[in-house]
């Protein structure tokens, strides 16, 4: 017969490994990712034993706005850049949209890759978009995994369709970005992050 049991704990301050070392059967990956967490005020994990050993079932973390201090100051993350995608990052720092072309077919592509995703060819150029598109559609991020991003909650998540073709995912920003709409004109415009990197990301055109 299964039994349920309930672990509670409201940590005095930031939660500390010895916190989580009376849980074992939690297991290292969630103590690590339970660490990482800043600020929580409240832990419960419900655990249901079978023949004695004890497993995790659900665990809730009540995040304290004690916390909230702390994550509204991170950095938005920078660019990862690999040999696929340097010349777009390399032409977004200088304010320029890169997408790729394929010399065999003629179709333009995002995201970089190394082969067309039409014909396979790998005869491929860089050319620079106009960064003016449609929001093809879009949605309202309300709650973050990333803390980075808290502090800019609620905001926009488009897929754009660029004047050349491809389709491609940013933020939109920028005053009425709220406001978005299906079929909205956007342009592109070009995000500081750190080191001198820069996202691309859109803003409504005025109609
Ligand atoms: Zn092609």
Redesign the pocket.
């Known amino acids: 017969m299964k039994q349920l049991s309930l672990w509670s704990f409201t940590p005095a301050g930031p939660l500390a490994a010895k916190d989580l070392k009376s849980l074992p059967s939690i297991g290292r990956t969630t103590q690590r990712d339970l660490r990482l967490i800043k600020g929580i005020r409240e832990l419960s994990i419900l655990f249901v034993s079978d023949n004695g050993s004890f497993m995790p079932l659900k665990l809730k973390a009540k995040i304290g706005e004690a916390g909230k201090g702390d994550k509204l100051n991170q950095k938005l993350p920078s660019p990862i850049v690999n040999a696929d995608s340097k010349v777009y990052w390399d032409g977004a720092r200088e304010d320029r949209l890169m997408i790729r072309r394929?010399k065999?077919?003629g179709?333009k592509h995002f995201l970089p890759r190394h082969l067309?995703p039409?014909?396979w060819?790998e005869d491929l150029e860089w050319i620079q978009s106009s960064g003016r598109g449609i929001v093809h559609s879009y949605t309202v991020i309300r709650r973050t995994p990333m803390e980075a991003f808290r502090s800019r909650i609620p905001y926009i998540v488009a897929l754009i369709d660029l004047e050349e073709g491809p389709r491609m995912m940013a933020n939109v920003i920028g005053e009425t970005a709220l406001e978005t709409k299906i079929g909205d004109l956007v342009e592109v415009c070009f995000e500081d992050r750190q080191d001198g990197a820069k996202v691309p990301q859109f803003r409504r055109l005025k109609a």
Do not use: P, V
């Open positions: 394929c065999n077919c179709e067309c039409s014909c060819s």
